[in-house]
């Protein structure tokens, strides 16, 4: 019985009897909330207060004395959201409604729960469609114990498909899954439940210092901070060859790397650029990579000066124009790889010492910080 409108004081409800036979009946509502309700036949009335949390049968305290013949039973309430679905007027002294609670049966479980794909980065799972024709939606639960709770912290996806992906995990973890059904009145069935355990996940890390890098175009050998680094000692012409750091690597198994280096910026006016090539995947052909911004040593607008480098240790992003790139697909095997420096940062211009490739997306070089001490 709900107020549609701002103004409304009292809901009511009109149901046609026809009575056998003249006498007391005790009134019998199925009803779902709580307030106070009136029963009324002519210049009969019964009253009381209803109060449940779901569907149930309730008695009102007061009997209804009915007149045989036809008459209409008038319901009226100033409860708002007392809901009442079902009327029951009986004169046996004792008796009582048997009828189940039809109104809010709860789904039945999902069954056929499987794994359809397991690999160390992604989950799939599908299970049968519900025969339920009150069905709204699945919800799905994951966690790393057997004994998870469904619930916000554990929700994965819901939605009306019958499967979900599960990815972003770490390889080689034991997950376990939970799916039940919800129909359109919230009651959700008890979980269909599993376990899957996905594969380790099988990496290779490269580390190519500039110590075995052939060097040409003017590149030289040097050390800055204790690091052996390429460099370039005398600047060249504009359109002179980029002078290059290349190296030739055995790549253990296909898959794809993630390329970082560690390297010393140039300054804040003349912006450092190194200049990816690689063997492979030709996202990496020529893809310029440019140095962490903003530098650090600013004051030093004519390069880094020797003895004054920083060193940082960062994964290659490039905002080439196709879109970010920060690796490259590689096949097993002999593979190559060079590093481009612009011809006329020099001598103070931008240090390489090392190049690394991971297969691992969670891999970071020894020592790294995404933190930096910006020394003015």
Request: glycine share 8%; charged share 20%; proline share 9%.
């Given at each position: 019985?709900?107020?549609?409108?701002?103004?409304?004081?009292?809901?009511?409800?009109?149901?046609?009897?026809?009575?056998?036979?003249?006498?007391?009946?005790?009134?019998?509502?199925?009803?779902?909330?709580?307030?106070?309700?009136?029963?009324?036949?002519?210049?009969?009335?019964?009253?009381?207060?209803?109060?449940?949390?779901?569907?149930?049968?309730?008695?009102?305290?007061?009997?209804?004395?009915?007149?045989?013949?036809?008459?209409?039973?008038?319901?009226?309430?100033?409860?708002?959201?007392?809901?009442?679905?079902?009327?029951?007027?009986?004169?046996?002294?004792?008796?009582?409604?048997?009828?189940?609670?039809?109104?809010?049966?709860?789904?039945?479980?999902?069954?056929?729960?499987?794994?359809?794909?397991?690999?160390?980065?992604?989950?799939?799972?599908?299970?049968?469609?519900?025969?339920?024709?009150?069905?709204?939606?699945?919800?799905?639960?994951?966690?790393?114990?057997?004994?998870?709770?469904?619930?916000?912290?554990?929700?994965?996806?819901?939605?009306?498909?019958?499967?979900?992906?599960?990815?972003?995990?770490?390889?080689?973890?034991?997950?376990?899954?939970?799916?039940?059904?919800?129909?359109?009145?919230?009651?959700?069935?008890?979980?269909?439940?599993?376990?899957?355990?996905?594969?380790?996940?099988?990496?290779?890390?490269?580390?190519?210092?500039?110590?075995?890098?052939?060097?040409?175009?003017?590149?030289?050998?040097?050390?800055?901070?204790?690091?052996?680094?390429?460099?370039?000692?005398?600047?060249?012409?504009?359109?002179?060859?980029?002078?290059?750091?290349?190296?030739?690597?055995?790549?253990?198994?296909?898959?794809?790397?993630?390329?970082?280096?560690?390297?010393?910026?140039?300054?804040?006016?003349?912006?450092?650029?190194?200049?990816?090539?690689?063997?492979?995947?030709?996202?990496?052909?020529?893809?310029?990579?440019?140095?962490?911004?903003?530098?650090?040593?600013?004051?030093?607008?004519?390069?880094?000066?020797?003895?004054?480098e920083t060193w940082f240790s960062d994964k290659m992003l490039s905002a080439y124009w196709a879109g970010p790139i920060d690796c490259v697909t590689l096949p097993a095997g002999e593979q190559?790889?060079?590093?481009?420096?612009?011809?006329?940062?020099?001598?103070?211009?931008?240090?390489?010492?090392?190049?690394?490739?991971?297969?691992?997306?969670?891999?970071?070089?020894?020592?790294?910080?995404?933190?930096?001490?910006?020394?003015?």
């Amino acid at each position: 019985m709900w107020q549609e409108a701002p103004d409304e004081v009292t809901g009511r409800a009109e149901a046609p009897v026809n009575v056998p036979v003249q006498g007391d009946y005790a009134v019998w509502v199925r009803a779902k909330g709580e307030g106070e309700l009136e029963c009324r036949a002519g210049t009969a009335t019964a009253r009381g207060r209803v109060q449940s949390t779901g569907w149930a049968w309730q008695k009102l305290p007061q009997a209804l004395t009915l007149a045989a013949g036809k008459q209409v039973i008038t319901l009226s309430s100033n409860s708002d959201g007392l809901r009442l679905d079902l009327l029951l007027l009986t004169s046996v002294p004792g008796d009582r409604p048997v009828r189940l609670d039809d109104r809010d049966p709860v789904p039945a479980p999902v069954t056929g729960l499987k794994v359809t794909e397991n690999t160390e980065e992604q989950v799939r799972l599908a299970w049968d469609p519900s025969p339920d024709p009150d069905l709204d939606y699945y919800s799905v639960y994951v966690g790393e114990s057997a004994e998870l709770v469904p619930g916000n912290a554990t929700l994965l996806c819901s939605g009306r498909a019958t499967a979900a992906l599960d990815w972003g995990y770490r390889p080689g973890s034991t997950l376990f899954y939970k799916v039940v059904a919800v129909n359109k009145r919230g009651l959700a069935s008890a979980p269909a439940a599993l376990g899957a355990r996905t594969p380790a996940y099988e990496t290779a890390t490269l580390e190519l210092p500039a110590a075995d890098a052939t060097l040409s175009g003017g590149l030289a050998l040097g050390t800055a901070k204790g690091l052996e680094c390429a460099w370039l000692p005398e600047p060249k012409s504009n359109d002179a060859p980029r002078p290059q750091a290349a190296w030739r690597f055995t790549a253990p198994r296909a898959g794809t790397y993630y390329v970082w280096a560690r390297y010393t910026t140039y300054d804040a006016k003349n912006v450092g650029l190194f200049w990816f090539s690689c063997s492979g995947d030709k996202r990496l052909d020529g893809t310029n990579w440019r140095l962490r911004l903003p530098c650090t040593l600013t004051r030093h607008l004519a390069g880094v000066k020797p003895g004054e480098e920083t060193w940082f240790s960062d994964k290659m992003l490039s905002a080439y124009w196709a879109g970010p790139i920060d690796c490259v697909t590689l096949p097993a095997g002999e593979q190559t790889l060079s590093v481009g420096f612009s011809p006329t940062q020099a001598p103070n211009g931008p240090r390489l010492a090392t190049v690394w490739l991971s297969s691992d997306p969670s891999w970071r070089p020894p020592g790294f910080d995404p933190r930096v001490d910006f020394v003015k």
